[in-house]
């Protein structure tokens, strides 16, 4: 069995849903069942262990500090005879939101744009404030002056965009043709929250056209798909009973490319696994 060195850039901001996804994510590994497995022993997974205990009593875990930024290494393999040794990171989202806000890349960041096999992008739709900036004003409007309209802002839209640029330029990414290296995959969190029919591909294009066009005019085979780490809402506070005596592993779907649904939450991770080991 060959074995890959394979570390992921996971980008996300705020509240996408990270820690919950990793914590889930280690269960299903370390449990079984699924496409993929933990093949030997993980090292640092404190940060995912409180996590793990919250969902195991029905609670959602609670906010990762701003100033951490942990990772884990998870000895993975999966049915077809690829194993990898993954690279999971854990890190307050304010962290990606402030890379933009300061145009800054701090050297961890840039160390692990470089070195990355692959980059995930979470995006939670329901949070992405949409309201027209100045590039999405009709052009009919851009020469008037409205005194009594507050300022236009930069959409959250081109800011994800802002952040990838800035992530490829301090990679040294050639962008003379479309990406293969890192792979790119765009996990569309908190799907149950979305209330939308269609692919993770057609709703991404429909929402936020512009990120869209930016990530297909730059990856060549980007993937798209949808998560729901926890299925249903969690507090902090109060326990979830039912959650609790079923067990959080038994709980959390994706949808895959093409729209249907899936329990196997390690699906998003083996792919990047299928799909390099034939690049």
């Known amino acids: 069995m060959s074995e890959m060195k394979r570390s992921i850039l996971m980008v ?3 509240n996408v849903g990270k820690t ?3 914590a ?3 269960k299903r ?3 079984g069942g699924g496409a993929l497995y933990m093949e030997g022993a993980a090292t640092n997974l404190t940060p995912f262990e409180k996590a793990m205990d919250s969902l195991a009593e029905g609670r959602a875990t609670e906010h990762t500090p701003s100033t951490t930024y942990v990772e884990s290494i998870w000895p993975i393999a999966d049915s077809l005879g690829q194993s990898a040794s993954l690279v999971w990171p854990d890190y307050g989202g304010e962290q990606v939101r402030s890379l933009v806000t300061e145009r800054r890349v701090p050297g961890a960041w840039r160390e692990r744009a470089v070195s990355a096999t692959d980059w995930l992008l979470l995006v939670r739709l329901h949070t992405i404030r949409t309201a027209n900036d100045m590039l999405s004003r009709p052009i009919n409007t851009l020469g008037e002056g409205r005194v009594d309209e507050t300022p236009h802002q930069v959409s959250d839209q081109a800011k994800l965009i802002e952040l990838l640029q800035m992530l490829l330029h ?6 003379d043709a479309p990406l293969t290296t890192p792979s790119l995959s765009v996990l569309l969190t908190c799907w149950d929250e979305l209330g939308a029919e269609g692919t993770p591909r057609d709703i991404l294009e429909d929402q936020l056209p512009m990120l869209f066009s930016f990530i297909t005019s730059n990856w060549k085979n980007p993937m798209f798909m949808g998560l729901s780490a926890l299925e249903k809402p969690l507090s902090q506070s109060d326990a979830d009973e039912g959650y609790a005596n079923r067990g959080p592993e038994e709980f959390g779907y994706v949808i895959l490319p093409d729209g249907t649904c899936s329990p196997d939450i ?13 690049a």
């Open 20 to 22: 919950h996804y990793g």
């Open 266 to 278: 390690t699906l998003p991770i083996q792919r990047l696994l299928a799909d390099n080991s034939t």
């Open 170 to 175: 301090v990679a040294g990414i050639n962008r």
């Open 12 to 14: 996300g901001e705020s």
């Open 29 to 31: 590994l370390i449990v």
């Open 24 to 26: 889930q994510l280690l």
